[in-house]
């Protein structure tokens, strides 16, 4: 039970975080451009980055439990948009460039597809 909860507390932070943070950067910045969800995807996919490498490779057997709160909580609620970096970059990292062009390809353009899909069964009149 407590790897929910901690899941749980982290998307929270998360979440809170991805609000404040995008809210901000739009109430300074403004415009037409999305820059506030483009700072939270960028920054998190620097903090995937950061937080995988020092959790897998840098720090002696950190409890399991941080994993899940920073990386699939706090991360997961922050942004889903540094989840697909970081496994685009596995997929780069152990060779397989093809299958990280068709990862990204793929999630862009079905991702793309699915929400005009999903506005249209909205909008559709019966």
Do not use: C, I
């Not at 020092?54 to 057997?61: D, S, V």
């Not at 994993?67 to 685009?88: A, I, K, P, Q, W």
């Amino acid at each position: 039970m407590d790897k929910y909860l901690v899941v749980l507390a982290g998307a929270g932070f998360g979440g809170l975080a991805r609000f404040v943070l995008g809210t901000w950067v739009m109430a300074k910045y403004g415009g037409r451009f999305p820059l506030g969800t483009f700072v939270v995807n960028v920054s998190g996919a620097f903090l995937m980055g950061l937080l995988m490498t020092l959790l897998t490779e840098r720090l002696a057997q950190p409890h399991p439990l941080w994993r899940l709160f920073l990386v699939v909580g706090v991360l997961g609620g922050y942004t889903t948009f540094s989840s697909f970096e970081y496994e685009t970059w596995q997929a780069v990292r152990g060779g397989e460039r093809w299958m990280g062009l068709l990862y990204v390809g793929g999630s862009v353009l079905l991702g793309y597809v699915a929400l005009w899909l999903g506005v249209m069964a909205a909008t559709a009149r019966r």
